[in-house]
């Protein structure tokens, strides 16, 4: 879930979008969790306030060359402002 889904549920655009994308990716690239809490209050705040993991260490192996460009890529899509992150399709915003 988009951290500003946890504050306002209501007034969450398309925005929302791109986070749920990069959380997914995510759990692709490393079989894990992006957070994990004991609590729907701690789950919020990792979401909201707590920096990603690299997913270099889980890239490196396999795509050395690609791992720090997909790693800028989901950190953007996962951003915790939604100005730092995509507005619009992730793909059209790749640069």
């Known amino acids: 879930m988009a ?3 946890f504050r306002d549920a209501r007034g969450v655009d398309l925005g929302a979008d791109p986070y749920s994308f990069g959380v997914v ?3 692709m690239f490393t079989s894990e ?3 994990t809490g004991g609590s729907i209050s ?3 705040r990792k ?3 707590s920096e990603p ?3 270099i ?3 490196s192996k396999r795509c050395p060359r690609e791992a720090e460009p997909v790693d800028r890529f ?3 899509c996962v951003a915790k402002d939604p100005e730092d992150g995509f507005r619009t399709s992730p793909v059209s915003g790749w640069s």
Do not use: I, T
């Open 25 to 27: 990716l995510y759990q």
């Open 3 to 5: 951290p500003e889904r």
């Open 74 to 76: 989901v950190r953007r």
């Open 47 to 49: 979401h909201a306030k």
């Open 53 to 55: 993991p690299s997913l």
């Open 42 to 44: 701690v789950f919020e």
């Open 33 to 35: 969790l992006l957070f």
């Open 57 to 59: 260490p889980f890239l």
